[in-house]
């Protein structure tokens, strides 16, 4: 799966937040990286936050995604140098301070980069890919890969017994196969429900076919 950098301009102000933290979890849905998502958007809300905070709303700002090797980047970029982010230890009674914090027990790393004209806070998420453009999902996901690869070359074999035990545990098979299949879409960011109607369509016609061919 290819996941390419991407980057959105916008001004900083209270209320791009909500805006932007659904553009990044489509964005990773795409990407199919459902399980660090709502981790992602905790990331970018207190790192935009932290401009209008610090830097002031209507603040020209920046934020960018990328894969750092097998690490989900996230960078926001503003025009002040001065106002630099810091980890502080706020009290269980204050109202804020606490946005550093939170990124910093949230992402496995971060830091800020000091530019002529800007500067950019980012940080990284583990994504628990192989590799920058492998998937996650697991046992279920990573089944269906080995299957799929076997589909291509040959057609299973017919079933030799038809005893109601054997056809019992082949149908168990069929529904984890199919199971499976949906997890796989889902991962890669493809919409499972849509998948599984026009499969469901694809069969309905082929029966009928069938039946219209006796």
Known sequence: ?????????FTAE????????????????VWGLHEISEAAQLCVTELVSNVITHVGPGTPTTVAVSMNGTHLRIEVRDPDTRAL???????????????MALVDATAVRWGVDLHADHKVTWCELSTGLNSPNGHSGGARVARVEAMLGLYRTTMLPDATSTSPLSLAVAEESAIDVIAD??????????????????????FEAEVELAEDEK
């Open 14 to 29: 209270p209320e791009e937040v909500a805006a932007l933290r659904r553009v990044l979890r489509l964005h990773l849905g």
């Open 181 to 202: 299949l949906l997890h796989w879409l889902r991962v890669h960011g493809l919409d499972a429900d849509e998948a599984l109607d026009r499969a469901q369509m694809h």
């Open 85 to 99: 982010p810091t980890l502080i230890q706020a009290g269980v009674d204050a109202e804020g301070g606490r946005g």
């Open 1 to 9: 799966m290819s996941r390419k950098p991407w980057d959105l301009a």
